[in-house]
Structures are given as C-alpha cells and as structure tokens.
C-alpha cells in the first residue's frame, strides 16, 4: 500500500493564479481530509470528505473548494491565489478505527 | 467547537531522560485523543491514541494519560533516544459533529529535541 499519496510536493503560484492539490489513498477509506498548517501552529481543517459525493467545511474553508467523485481521490482546488494562502498542505484519510493517516505534504508559496 | 491547548511549546531533554508534554482540551464531550509526530519534510504520523474510557495506555517507551475531570492528558517519553527528537501534536475529538468523531482538533505542537 502507498497509503495516502500528494502531488505536487512543492509549488510556486503568482497571486490570482489558480491550481489543484493532488490527493490518493489506496486504503479505502470513507473520510478524507485537507489541512494547511503554518509555522508554529498546529493543523487547521480546510475540508473533508465522508465519502464519495459528500464534502463539508472545516474550520479555514474560505478561497477553497473540494470535490469527491471518488473514494480514492479528494483534490484541493484553490481559486485566486493569495499570500495567505502560502502553506504547508496535508492531505489525511481515517480508518474505521479513528486513525488519520497523513500524505507527505504540499508546499506552497504565493508570491 | 473544541479548543485544544498544548504545552511546552519547546522542550529539550538530555538522551536517556525523560519528556512529558501536556494538552487540555475544553469540551467534555470529546472521547478520543491520538498523539501524532512530525519528522521534518513528513506528514503526522500517529505513534498512540486513548479513548475516554480509559486512563492510562502504554507502547514501550510511549505512555499518554487522561484526566476527564480536569480535561487534560499528556504524553510521557522515557529513555528518549536521538531519533524522539520531532515536533508532536496532541488532537482531540471535536464533539459538535455530523457523522460521530470524523474532525479532529489539534494542538499547536512541542519540538522536542533530544540532547545526545
């Protein structure tokens, strides 16, 4: 198993520019998640998924949005690109057992 | 929803001593708390969890305590090693939710490095 897979690993966007975080899980999981987290604080929820079709809001959700067609993918679309947008984003999925399993990142810088 | 605060923020520990971070969390309702570390460049990877029913759970050197009344619980390392250098996060179960336990809330992390 790869477990949960992200692309791109790092990412450079102009402010305005728009782009799309890659996530895959290969565990077959119902509930994914995206978080951002910035220097010194933990992880703040973006979206996330409780399977297939169904999306929700966390915690940060404004300037992105999410879509579920499959159990495997849950991509991350970012629309106008701003600075406050640079971060550090995980993609996670969750076993029946409460879990989260967590992607390696994406890195991301709006200039 | 849940508030979940962390303590230290940064903690250096001599090898082979021991570290003890600790997390309060702010709704009683919450049943489930999982520890996760961070290696630099990695995603979170959880390393223990324990369930509101329980007080105490043990992994080796890794042991986590709840205290409902007070509503904190902590992460005890003993004979910490070079590699239990690492940023560690505590998460509680946000209570306010629509499908039992899927959101997690984090605290804001301890770096913990081990001094060799």
């Known amino acids: 198993n790869a477990g949960v897979t992200q692309t791109p690993k790092f990412r450079i966007l102009k402010i305005g520019q728009s782009m799309t975080l890659q996530c895959t899980q290969d565990?077959?999981?119902?509930?994914m998640y995206w978080y951002r987290q910035d220097p010194g604080m933990g992880l703040k929820l973006i979206y996330y998924?409780?399977?297939?079709?169904?999306?929700d809001k966390g915690e940060v959700p404004n300037g992105y949005n999410v879509s579920r067609s499959t159990t495997e993918d849950f991509p991350l679309r970012l629309e106008l690109a701003a600075p406050s947008q640079t971060s550090v984003y995980f993609c996670?999925?969750?076993?029946?057992?409460?879990?989260?399993?967590f992607g390696p990142g994406t890195r991301l810088t709006v200039l | 929803g849940e508030n979940v605060e962390q303590h230290p923020s940064t903690l250096s520990v001599q090898e082979g001593d021991s570290a003890v971070i600790k997390c309060t969390y702010s709704?009683?309702?919450?049943?489930?708390f999982p520890w996760y570390k961070q290696e630099l460049g990695k995603g979170p990877q959880l390393i223990i969890d324990?369930?509101?029913?329980?007080g105490e759970k043990k992994d080796q050197r890794i042991a986590v305590t709840l205290n409902k009344t007070a509503k904190h619980f902590s992460l005890h390392i003993t004979e910490t090693q070079p590699e239990d250098s690492a940023v560690y996060f505590c998460?509680?179960?946000?209570?306010?939710?629509?499908?039992?336990?899927?959101?997690?809330?984090f605290g804001t992390g301890t770096r913990l490095t081990i001094i060799p």
């Open positions: 996670a999925s969750r076993s029946q057992a409460d879990t989260q399993y």
């Open positions: 565990m077959n999981h119902n509930y």
């Open positions: 998924s409780v399977g297939a079709g169904i999306t």
């Open positions: 709704d009683s309702a919450s049943n489930y």
């Open positions: 324990i369930r509101s029913n329980v």
């Open positions: 998460a509680a179960t946000d209570p306010i939710s629509n499908f039992g336990n899927e959101k997690l809330t």
